[in-house]
Nanobody, 132 residues
Framework: QAQLVESGGGLVQAGDSLRLSCAAS????????MGWFRQAPGKGREFVVS??????????GYDDSVKGRFTISRDNDKNTVYLQMNRLKPEDTAVYYC???????????????????????WGKGTLVTVAS
């Protein structure tokens, strides 16, 4: 049974850094693009960033505010994808979800994913709270 388990969330101050991890099991990790979504309190889920199965291409969501502060990476030997978040802001407060898809790009990530659809697998999420 495939499973994605996020870790690394918590309460931090504005300007701090966090690294989220997502450990995958029960699936052939290199068959999947991996990525992160987030859902802020009272808002819809949004696509943050993904990396293709070969760790060659990175795709960003529509929120330009995370570019330059967030970095995605994957370790195919450890079946883990990471989200390094630097210079965190209160508006980064959200539940962060890890997701896996056999599709590397396109509507699966930009349209279906934010609706909670389209991904082959979802994690249960990890809460990041950034205090001002």
């Amino acid at each position: 049974q495939a499973q994605l388990v996020e870790s690394g969330g918590g309460l931090v101050q504005a300007g701090d850094s966090l690294r989220l991890s997502c450990a995958a099991s029960g699936l052939t990790f290199t068959n999947y693009a991996m990525g992160w979504f987030r859902q802020a309190p009272g808002k819809g889920r949004e696509f943050v960033v993904s990396v293709d199965r070969n760790d060659e291409k990175i795709y960003w969501g529509y929120d330009d505010s995370v570019k330059g502060r967030f970095t995605i990476s994957r370790d195919n030997d450890k079946n883990t994808v990471y989200l390094q978040m630097n210079r965190l802001k209160p508006e980064d407060t959200a539940v962060y979800y890890c997701a896996a898809s056999s599709s590397s790009y396109g509507s699966t990530w930009y349209v279906e994913g934010p609706r909670g659809e389209g991904m082959d697998y979802w994690g249960k999420g990890t809460l990041v709270t950034v205090a001002s």
